[in-house]
């Protein structure tokens, strides 16, 4: 029995807006989830980080999620065990805020790029570009009226009791009452029949590392996934 279908704590496990006070185990989640993904592995060579390189991804992902509290959507399960990063549609221009923590995340990602070593550099800069254009070229303008999901991640510890599938669920649901598509990236085969069963249909895919010599390994297979509302299935 999951913490969810227990009758007498029937709180956890059900989707909740992100507290401030989740943020590091937030961070650790997410860290711990995306550790072993593919495109991860693939910009790092495939190497395990070193401690500098850990704290330097922490301190990245608290930034982020600092970031992130207010601009976006962020669900989480029993305290940060689980986290779902959602870009909902939004109405109207910009907030001089969001603006400006544009801006700071912009320049954060130019400082981590800069002080990566070359190989990173590079299978860096091939993911986004890669990524970008398979977006573009599958999505165009339509995207502005999507929900985005960035991330959804559950601690390798907590794995196996449904958190992914409530937490994407509670996203799904939103995007059928307002009758809108949601996308997402995955950047491992592995999660794709869960995709698929939650509604989510392969649009696109790109390959990293299919022209790096020095990789050395199967190229990364990403896909673009997209889920039509319920509402406008037929």
């Not at 006070?21 to 650790?28: K, L, R, S, Y």
């Not at 930034?63 to 939004?90: H, P, R």
Request: proline letters at 3%; glycine letters at 6%.
């Amino acid at each position: 029995m999951t913490r969810s279908e227990s009758n007498t704590h029937t709180h956890f496990g059900v989707p909740r807006c992100m507290q401030l006070g989740e943020i590091w185990t937030v961070a650790t989640t997410s860290d711990d989830a995306f550790e072993s993904d593919p495109m991860a592995l693939y910009i790092n060579d495939n190497k395990k980080k070193s401690l500098s390189e850990k704290i330097t991804s922490r301190i990245s992902t608290l930034f982020y999620y600092c970031m992130w509290y207010k601009n976006k959507s962020i669900f989480t399960i029993d305290g940060g065990i689980a986290v779902v990063v959602a870009t909902l549609v939004q109405n109207g221009p910009k907030s001089v805020t969001q603006i400006i923590q544009d801006k700071l995340a912009k320049w954060f990602r130019f400082i981590l790029h800069s002080t990566a070593n070359a190989v990173v550099q590079r299978r860096s800069k091939e993911c986004k570009e890669k990524v970008s254009k398979m977006i573009g070229g599958n999505l165009g303008d339509q995207v502005k009226g999507m929900i985005y999901i960035e991330l959804l991640a559950t601690s390798p510890r907590q794995q196996g009791h449904g958190f992914g599938t409530a937490l994407l669920d509670k996203l799904t649901t939103i995007a059928d009452q307002q009758a809108q598509s949601a996308w997402l990236v995955s950047s491992n085969v592995a999660n794709k029949t869960f995709y698929n069963a939650h509604g989510f249909e392969t649009v696109g895919t790109v390959l990293l590392g299919d022209e790096s010599p020095d990789w050395g390994k199967e190229p990364v297979i990403v896909d673009l996934m997209v889920r039509k509302p319920m509402s406008r299935k037929l």
